[in-house]
């Protein structure tokens, strides 16, 4: 049988790190491509759809949108930017025939371009090379691309990618805010000389090449994510591999237990812009998404009913954190906005979540009504948790924890490349702050701009609450970004927060009157007024070790006055934690409760008594 090529199609993903314009160009192109009316009303950043991808400007699920250019239909897959979604980057690459690898002009390759280029090497994909951000007033345009060059080389020891041919690839230079893009490189702090994205686009039809498939060969769609509609049910989005699929069809679904079911697929779309519309047919290089298989999860393939050939299944990197997530259990349940509160939901919920997200893992504990979450990293993680929180649920979160494992007998843990950049002047506290937590130091740049760029390498417990000790060591001008890198073997006791915890000692509500005797013992967590009970935590203690405080003290009134009795009393502005620092302010004994209208910290075991004996335990 023949082979034979779609010419008519493309299928590329765009990856980058965090912030680089992956997005912003993706809007650019459906603007320049007429998918949208001149007077249309667009959001900027269109593809970050949820609430939370657009509150903390990034992507964290992948998805794609159909550009027309002439005759030419380029189905992009927006992946994410973070390390944390890696899952969804490997996803994102199982459905495309080659790779646009975006970069910042002035910031340079960070750690997921790392990340990103290493899995298209291995998958052997070509690859277009996109300078962004050319404008940037500290741009450094030569700079930047040799950087990328030496990340090339260095990536090619470690993948079966085995020739130096990928460092022929092709340069573009771009500014996608203004929709520009240029072949030849613009002076540093320019925008390119182009005045649209064309130059980008066709570099991209001649690098990327078309889907290929051979004449004559039985059906083959993978399932490479799954989605929703309130009309249809469950979408299962495909990649079509080999053959043709038809609305209403009798196909067999090869699932990942080995068996094979005959279902009937009831609609099938395709993407237009960011529309999906329905069709009959589609064939070879088509990304569609099935409708009228209420079971279907990732990685499975629909095929030929007469001649069931299942793909291999996709196949993510190994959690490195997790987290024990269960049914709240504090006095306050219930209390602040919850509406789902039992295990049962919880549990449902978490089961729900493992449909679509493939690089998460949920474990069974001692406790019924808890389980070990297993994720990329503290950022996955906390999302979902948010998630669930704006869902409605009421949680008890424990402190993030490391996956560890036997290798050769010996227990090794997940270590992590940490990218770090700011002013000179913090390189000796940056350091220190890192040579605590066991990161040692594989490189050093230093620009001459006054900023100086470290690379480390870190267990990645060391970075449990690593980024608000970063931020305020280097009065938030630092910017740090970290990617998993492998397995050695374990580092030993980490000395993290010095500090203590201030813990209230019995039910109540917090008053002005404690809370401003109590403010020289530490920093405090709460407004007064906040209702507390015996376990919360309610600050951070100066010292080390841990200090039951009665917050809720009231001042006795007494019918003797003086000049001074009514002295105002002031209270230095409480400490408002998010829910990401209040998981890595977390020590082993303490949890976070997640309500939706209320984070709290206290005490896995609430009563001073029991906390007093269980440490006695330990000491004996």
Known sequence: ???????????????????????????????????????????????????????????????????????????????????????????????????????????????????????????????????????????????????TYELFLDLLDDTDAASADVLDFPIVYACARDGKASLERPDDGTAPRGDDLEPFVETLLKTIPPPTYTEGAPLQAHVTNLDASPFLGRLALCRVRQGQISKGAQLAWCRKDGSVESVKITDLLVTDALERVSTDTAGPGDIIAVAGIPDITIGETLADPDDPQPLPVITVDEPALSMTIGANTSPLVGRYGGTKVTSRLVRERLEAELIGNVSLRVLPTERPDAWEVQGRGELALAVLVETMRREGYELTVGKPEVVRKEIDGAVHEPVERLTVDCPEEYVGTVTQLLGVRKGRMEQMANHGSGWVRMEFLIP??????????????????????????????????????????????????????????????????????????????????????????????????????SSTAEELERLIPPRRLSLEQALEFCRDDECVEVTPHAVRMRKVVLGAAERAKAARRRQG
């Open 1 to 147: 049988m023949a082979t034979r090529s779609r010419d008519d199609r493309r299928n590329v993903a765009i990856v980058a790190h965090v912030d680089h314009g992956k997005t912003t160009l993706v809007d650019a192109l459906l603007w320049q491509s007429g998918a949208f009316r001149v007077n249309q009303e667009v959001a900027e950043r269109v593809l970050d759809s949820s609430d939370l991808e657009r509150e903390k400007g990034i992507t964290i699920l992948a998805k794609n949108t159909a550009v027309r250019w002439g005759e030419v239909t380029i189905n992009i897959i927006d992946t994410p930017g973070h390390a944390d979604f890696g899952g969804e980057v490997e996803r994102g690459l199982s459905m495309v025939d080659g790779v646009v690898l975006l970069v910042d002009a002035s910031e340079g390759p960070l750690p997921q371009t790392r990340f990103v280029l290493r899995k298209a090497l291995a998958a052997r994909l070509p690859i277009v090379l996109v300078v962004n951000k050319t404008d940037r007033a500290e741009a450094r345009i030569a700079e930047v691309v040799d950087e």
């Open 460 to 561: 990645a417990r060391g970075l449990i609450g690593f980024r608000t000790d970063f931020l305020t060591e280097t009065r938030g001008t630092g910017i740090a970004h970290h990617v998993f890198h492998g397995y050695e073997p374990w580092f030993g006791d980490l000395r993290m927060r010095p500090s203590g915890s201030l813990v209230a000692d019995r039910a109540g509500v917090a008053t002005t009157y404690a809370m401003f005797n109590l403010q020289e013992r530490g920093t405090l967590f709460v407004d007064p007024g906040t209702e507390v009970y015996e376990g919360m935590i309610v600050g951070e203690n100066s010292r080390p070790d841990d200090l039951d405080v009665n917050i809720t003290k009231e001042k006795k009134l007494t019918n003797i006055r």
